[in-house]
């Protein structure tokens, strides 16, 4: 009987494994992360670090500088569902949303 097949084997289970808690895993983090629930979770007066460390990093960032404040909008698209994050003063001010509940 040929035993280097059997040597063999424990390699590519522990590849086999390997592979597929990677793929898993990054399942995991590239999840939906524009949901009701994360979106409830963001509340007037944070700042952008905090929505951020909740929702991720924003599709698109529109600055405005007036005089007397600094108006920041966060843009969230996912598929057809939009969220709306304004900031004044780098704190949230509004937020809105299309997400279908």
């Not at 793929?23 to 509340?43: H, M, P, Q, Y």
């Amino acid at each position: 009987m040929n035993m280097s097949i059997f040597k063999s084997v424990p390699r590519i289970a522990v590849a086999l494994l390997l592979a597929v808690s990677l793929v898993g895993l990054s399942a995991c983090t590239s999840g939906k992360r524009i949901t009701k629930a994360n979106v409830d979770e963001v509340a007037e007066g944070m700042s952008k670090k905090q929505v951020e460390s909740i929702l991720g990093p924003p599709t698109s960032i529109n600055n405005e500088d007036f005089i007397i404040m600094k108006k920041t909008t966060y843009v969230y698209q996912q598929g057809k569902d939009t969220v709306t994050i304004v900031f004044k003063d780098d704190k949230v001010q509004s937020k809105d949303s299309t997400l279908s509940y």
